[in-house]
Every structure is written in C-alpha cells, then in structure tokens.
C-alpha cells in the first residue's frame, strides 16, 4: 500500500542534541511537508520541499533543518537551537500533477519529547 | 496573511444526531481551496472534504457536507447520523491557489474536538 511513514513514533532529546525524524513516501509526490503540532495552536509549517535538491523555510524554520537528496524522503533534524522543541511533528506530502488542487496526505507522525 | 479561524474548541453530540463545526477565515484571494482534516486519537490527519471556491455549489462526502458562504468568508461542516467513529478533531485549512507546486501552503485552524456521545 502506498503511503507516508515517519519514524520513529516517540524520540527523546537530551539538552544541546540534534535529531533526525524520518519521513519517506512510496506515493511518487513531488512535494514534501514538515508541520509542527501544538495544543490549542493548530499546525504550523515548518519547511517544504518540492523538488530534490530544493527546499523552502515554512512559518517557523528556525532551529530546524531539511534534506531533500532523494525524492522519497525528506528528513527534518532538530537542532539545539530549538529552544522549545517538544511537540508532535507531522510530515506529508503532495502531487503536483493535474493541477494545484491536489490535497496534502500526512503521515501518522513524531512525538518529540525533551530529557 | 491569510488566517483561519475555528470558535469552538470542542463540542459534543448524541449518536445518530447532526453537528456543525463553524469555520471563518481571512484572506484577500479570490481562487481558493478550503479543507476539513480530521485527527482522530491515533493523530494521523485524514482529508474529510475540500471545497474549491470558484464552486458556488457545496460539496459534499456521504455524510460529510460544507456550507460555504464565500461572501462571508464562512466554511462549516456538518456532520450528519453521527457515529462513534467521529470523534476526533477536526480542523479546517485554507489553501491559496497558485499554479505551480508546493508553495501552496495549507493554512490550518485551531481545530475543535468533537466528541461523540453513545
């Protein structure tokens, strides 16, 4: 079946640690999502990608940061720089075939949490 | 900067009865997509029902219709025979329609919680 896996479900950080969150699709889209989630405060962008090799900051970049080296996967690392990075971070994806209207398709997501 | 606006943090209805999530949002745009997601407890957001805002008509899902009301910039969903299966949260999602690709960012409400009474 065709679909976006994130991995891994739940992760913990410890003070002044990078992590990767992995995010790879076998839906052959083009584009790539990365959203934070907080209670009460809906979804925010992070970054998005929509070719390989291309990648654009979303509302809330900083003290994150993307790949993009092969069409399958976009993995986002959070930094040390991320102040306050315990969340639950959704990736998704989209095609860009047939149009503008076609719908984003989430995976089930990553919840971080601080040490 | 589009916004999107969703009043009711959560909400409650009895089995088989009908609810209406209210949505609202801001933008300057005339060529639109709007969306309903839903996140159920497992927390994967499942596309519910899009409407495209140059349709006068509303669209609709098997138990799942919007009432969109371009001019008043309201898009709400109702949820009609209810089912246990609905409760989850729902969020409504604006997107500005520009061809070429990704920079078609959804923009997301607070989201409202409905919860589904047996």
């Known amino acids: 079946d065709g679909g976006i896996t994130q991995s891994p479900k739940y992760l913990f950080r410890k003070e002044g640690q990078n992590v990767t969150l992995s995010c790879e699709q076998n839906?052959?889209?083009?584009?790539m999502y990365w959203y934070r989630q907080d209670p009460g405060q809906g979804l925010r962008l992070i970054y998005y990608?929509?070719?390989?090799?291309?990648?654009q900051k979303g509302d809330i970049a900083e003290g994150y940061s993307v790949s993009r080296e092969k069409k399958e996967s976009f993995p986002l690392t959070v930094t040390s720089a991320q102040k306050n990075p315990t969340a639950f971070y959704l990736c998704a994806s989209r095609s860009l075939v047939r149009g503008a209207h076609q719908p984003q398709h989430f995976g089930d997501g990553t919840r971080l949490s601080i040490l | 900067a589009q916004t999107v606006t969703q009043s009711q943090p959560e909400m409650s209805v009895q089995e088989a009865e009908t609810v209406t999530l209210s949505c609202t949002y801001d933008t300057s745009e005339n060529n639109y997509y709007l969306f309903w997601y839903k996140q159920p407890p497992s927390r994967q957001m499942i596309l519910v029902i899009r409407?495209?805002?140059?349709?006068?008509q509303n669209a609709t899902e098997n138990r799942f219709s919007v009432n969109f009301q371009k001019a008043a910039k309201s898009f709400s969903l109702k949820i009609s025979d209810s089912q246990l299966g609905d409760t989850a949260m729902y969020f409504c999602a604006f997107m500005k329609l520009l061809y070429g690709g990704a920079t078609n960012k959804l923009i997301f409400g607070t989201g409202t919680l409905l919860a589904v009474q047996p």
């Open positions: 409407q495209e805002a140059y349709k006068q």
């Open positions: 839906l052959n889209h083009d584009a």
């Open positions: 990608s929509q070719i390989v090799n291309d990648f």
